[in-house]
C-alpha cells in the first residue's frame, strides 16, 4: 500500500473520460510533483459523524469533544474506561474507526468490565464524608446540600452519612457550617497543606 | 519591587472530572501552559471551602482559580455551582480588604477541552502578571 499526502489547498483532482477511464492527478509534496495515475477505482473515505446522543451522555455523565465523540479518561491508560467508574466504551462513537478496530476495543471494554463483575465483593474507594457527632448542630444543610439525599438525621440525634451511598463529592464537607463533616482524602488539612507546601520557604528557596 | 521578571505563583483547584483530566490531556497533546500554575486535585470543585481560596491568598498566592466542570455538567450535579458562590464570596471579601478581586476566578470546562485548560492557565497568568504581585505574598518582603 502507498500512501500519497496532499496539501489541503491542492486536493487531488479525480477525472472520469470516456475513453481512458478514471484519471488521478494530485500533488505530492514530499516529492514536489504532480503525480498521475489510472485508477480502476476510487473508493472514497466518507466522514463519519457522531450521532447527538447528548441526553443519554448527560444521563451517564460521560463527556463528549467538540465533534461529538465520547472521551476516555485517559487516552493511553485507561482507554476505554470512562472517568466515572464502571462505565465502558467501544466503537464508533468513540471516534472513527475500523471495524477490527471497533471489535478489539469492545473485547477491552467487556475486559474491564470483567474485572468488576468477576468478583464477589469489591473495595469501593475510600473517599466518602464522615461526621464528627459531637460537631453535628443538627442544622441540616448537608441534608439539603447532598445531591443524592444520603445524609440524614433520626434518632441519633446527629447527622448520619451512610458511607456505601456517598459519592464523595465533598460538597457536604465545605457546606456544614460546623465543620463537623470530613471528606476522607480530602480533609481541609490536606488541601491547606497543599497550599502551605508550594508556598513554604522550601519551595520558595 | 520591580514587575518585569515578576513570576506569579497561582494556584488552581481543578475538579478531578474535568479541568484536572483536562490538564492530562494537555499534557498529552503536548500544549505547553506556564508552570506558575501549581494544580490541586479536588474530587468535585462543590469540595472547595472559602477556607482553601483564602488561605491560599494568606499563603501568599498571587492569584488563585477554581476550574470545574461546564454548567450543568457537574460530575456531582451542582457542585460547580456552589463554587461559583463561594468564589464570588471570596472575590467580595477580598475587595473589602483592599484586594483586587480579579485575582480569584471561577472556571468550566470539560475533560476534553486540553487546549481550553491551557488557554485558563495563560489567561490566568497574564492577568495576575498585569495586577503585580499579591499585597500578601512573599514577594516583595
Ligand atoms: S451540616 Fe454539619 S452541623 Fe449541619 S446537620 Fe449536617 S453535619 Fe450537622
Ligand atoms: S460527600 Fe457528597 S455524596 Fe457524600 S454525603 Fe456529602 S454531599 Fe452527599
Redesign the pocket.
Known amino acids: 500500500m502507498v500512501f500519497i499526502r496532499f496539501d489541503e489547498s491542492k486536493p487531488p483532482e479525480l477525472i472520469l473520460d470516456d475513453a481512458q477511464g478514471l484519471s488521478l492527478t494530485v500533488a505530492d509534496p514530499i516529492l514536489g510533483r504532480t503525480l498521475n495515475m489510472q485508477p480502476d477505482l476510487v473508493v472514497l473515505a466518507s466522514a463519519v459523524i457522531p450521532n447527538e446522543n447528548k441526553a443519554l451522555f448527560d444521563l451517564f455523565k460521560v463527556p463528549i469533544n467538540a465533534e461529538g465523540f465520547l472521551v476516555e479518561a485517559h487516552s493511553k491508560l485507561r482507554p476505554v474506561d470512562f472517568s466515572s467508574e464502571g462505565i465502558f466504551m467501544a466503537g464508533l462513537a468513540h471516534y472513527p474507526k475500523s471495524l477490527d478496530e471497533s471489535i478489539a476495543q469492545a473485547q477491552a471494554a467487556v475486559s474491564r468490565a470483567m474485572t468488576i463483575l468477576s468478583k464477589e465483593a469489591i473495595w469501593v474507594g475510600g473517599v466518602?464524608?464522615t461526621v464528627d457527632a459531637s460537631r453535628c448542630a443538627v442544622c441540616l444543610t448537608?441534608v439539603r446540600?447532598?445531591?443524592?439525599?444520603?445524609?440524614h438525621i433520626r434518632e441519633e440525634g446527629h447527622a448520619v452519612?451512610e458511607p456505601a451511598?456517598?459519592?464523595?463529592?465533598?460538597?457536604?464537607?465545605s457546606e456544614c457550617p460546623g465543620k463537623a463533616?470530613t471528606?476522607q482524602h480530602f480533609t481541609d488539612r490536606q488541601i491547606i497543606a497543599k497550599t502551605d507546601a508550594l508556598f513554604c520557604e522550601c519551595a520558595t528557596a | 519591587m520591580t514587575t518585569d521578571n515578576f513570576e506569579p505563583q497561582i494556584v488552581a483547584f481543578c475538579c478531578k472530572y474535568c479541568a484536572y483530566a483536562a490538564a492530562d490531556l494537555a499534557g498529552s497533546m503536548r500544549l505547553s501552559y506556564p508552570p506558575n500554575v501549581k494544580v490541586i486535585q479536588l474530587p468535585?470543585t462543590?469540595r472547595v471551602d472559602i477556607l482553601h481560596l483564602l488561605k491560599a491568598v494568606e499563603d501568599g498566592a498571587d492569584g488563585v482559580y477554581v476550574a470545574g466542570c461546564l454548567e450543568g455538567e457537574c460530575h456531582?450535579l451542582k457542585g460547580n455551582l456552589r463554587a461559583r458562590k463561594k468564589v464570588n464570596y471570596v472575590k467580595k471579601t477580598l475587595e473589602e480588604i483592599g484586594i483586587e478581586p480579579e485575582r480569584v476566578e471561577m472556571f468550566n470546562l470539560s475533560s476534553a477541552m486540553g487546549s481550553r485548560f491551557a488557554e485558563i492557565a495563560n489567561e490566568m497568568t497574564q492577568r495576575i502578571k498585569d495586577l503585580g504581585p499579591s499585597p500578601v505574598g512573599t514577594h516583595n518582603v
Not at chain 1, 446540600?145 to 445524609?151: E, L, R, S, T
Not at chain 1, 451511598?165 to 464537607?173: L, P, R
Open positions: 466518602v464524608a448537608c446540600a447532598c445531591p443524592y439525599g444520603v445524609p452519612i451511598e456517598c459519592h464523595g463529592c465533598g460538597v457536604c464537607a463533616i471528606l | 468535585c462543590g456531582f
